[in-house]
């Protein structure tokens, strides 16, 4: 038995769950988790290795002023000589002096990023330090001294101790990198915009409709474009030669067609009837066939209709032919874009299918997650898990699955619907009816 190994934490598995699925979302985050990275690391580094290493170079200078001021103090022999020994001296230095004073108590601000730089190298310097108050708004620095005469204070700018304004460098960055990143995105929003267009060209193309498309963007870009085109082209070639072809075929099968029913008509004999219900089984089959390879190009422009509406329609048609079926339309919906003969046509298939093999049958018509489903359920055999991926295939016959005794069909009312389904963008998908203890046919098309 094979051993499956699960995906380890270096394999990123879990950060995909984070990852943005857009194509918009993606590109942002590769533009903004670099520079984001960048500012972060350069702040970083800048504070702590210039600011901080300023910061305790002008710091010290006025610790060398202080700690003389401090000493004058110390050697006067009264309070009045100390004042008048300091205060002259202490005016050039724009240091003001207040003998004796308040003690003062260390604040420091939240957001101040060399305020503790300030207080440590203050403390180391000057032993006599009693307190730093980096919160006043007059002076800016106040500090408190204990001196033989009682508590001292002096204030100073804060200017003097660290960079007059810290956050400029930041605030520039910041602004910076905002401008830039919105210039990134505007540029790569213009190279992503072609390929938008082309994703929904492509899309729409797959549902059968046809959205102009120009060339545009980066030079990939008009590679995979062009390629798109000449794609949409070849296609749209080969679907008219096939339409043209088939109008040949149809005409040419059906002349022999109506010769042998005229000439089975002059026929007296036992076996005419059973003739004859070989040439209608032929043109029910040539019908068929045709009806199933003109399918993709004899559609109608899509157009909005009413889900509810249609459903409406279709169970009328069917009991005004002597069907029972029922209606379960659990709420209104808005209308949806769609080739409302194409749609009509591939349930009114699911619905002959769901009449034919059992003897009563529902349409049901639900809004999903992003899609709204039209189920057809009936009471008759079912289809068996494994044989409905074969039942999708054009002229598939189940014989074992389906009762062919209640009708002769040709294999082709599924493959028609599924088809129909897919080129709206949609699917067909097969199950078993809970309720009715049949076949459960969901007809999905996205919103």
């Not at 797959?206 to 590679?223: I, N, W």
């Not at 349409?363 to 039209?374: A, H, P, Q």
């Not at 009471?379 to 295939?393: H, N, Q, S, V, Y």
């Not at 199950?431 to 996205?446: Q, Y």
């Amino acid at each position: 038995m094979a051993h499956i190994s699960k995906p380890s934490f270096f394999d990123f598995v879990w950060l995909k769950r984070f990852m943005p699925r857009g194509l918009y979302g993606r590109a942002a985050l590769i533009l903004i988790v670099p520079i984001v990275t960048l500012q972060l690391v350069v702040s970083v580094v800048f504070i702590q290795r210039h600011f901080n290493r300023i910061t305790v170079q002008m710091t010290r200078a006025v610790v060398a002023e202080l700690s003389f001021l401090v000493a004058e103090v110390n050697a006067a022999p009264t309070p009045d000589a100390a004042n008048a020994a300091v205060r002259p001296v202490a005016a050039p230095l724009a240091i003001w002096v207040e003998l004796p004073g308040a003690p003062v108590d260390t604040r420091i601000g939240r957001t101040d990023f060399t305020g503790p730089r300030v207080e440590r190298t203050l403390k180391a310097g000057l032993p006599s330090l009693t307190g730093v108050d980096l919160t006043s708004s007059r002076f800016g620095v106040i500090v408190g001294f204990d001196t033989r005469h009682g508590p001292m204070r002096m204030g100073f700018s804060r200017e003097r101790v660290s960079a007059s304004n810290p956050h400029q460098l930041l605030v520039l960055m910041l602004a910076t990198g905002i401008l830039m990143t919105l210039i990134a995105y505007l540029f790569l929003r213009n190279q992503l915009r072609p390929i938008r267009r082309l994703a929904r060209a492509a899309e729409a193309f797959g549902k059968g409709q046809v959205v102009p498309y120009r060339l545009a963007g980066a030079t990939e870009v008009r590679s995979a474009g062009k390629a798109f085109l000449d794609m949409r082209a070849r296609i749209d070639r080969q679907i008219e030669q096939r339409t043209l072809m088939l109008s040949g075929v149809s005409h040419d099968l059906r002349t022999p067609l109506t010769r042998l029913r005229l000439g089975l008509s002059m026929i007296e004999d036992d076996s005419r009837a059973d003739l004859e219900r070989d040439v209608a089984d032929m043109e029910q089959l040539v019908d068929a066939f045709l009806s199933f390879a003109r399918a993709d190009a004899l559609e109608d422009a899509p157009e909005p209709v009413k889900p509810d509406e249609l459903a409406h329609h279709l169970v009328d048609n069917a009991e005004r032919a002597g069907h029972s079926v029922d209606l379960d339309v659990i709420e209104e919906l808005d209308p949806l874009m769609m080739r409302r003969a194409a749609v009509e046509r591939a349930l009114e298939n699911l619905l002959g299918n769901a009449t034919r093999y059992g003897s009563h049958a529902r349409l049901s018509v639900s809004k999903g997650r992003g899609d709204i489903r039209f189920v057809v359920e009936d009471d008759g055999p079912g289809i068996p898990p494994d044989a409905r991926e074969e039942a999708l295939k054009p002229f598939a016959r189940l014989d074992k699955a389906r009762n062919q005794d209640k009708g002769s069909g040709v294999g082709l009312g599924l493959a028609i619907a599924n088809d129909i389904a897919r080129s709206h963008g949609g699917h067909l998908r097969l199950g078993d009816s809970a309720e009715m203890g049949g076949l459960k046919v969901e007809f999905v098309l996205p919103l």
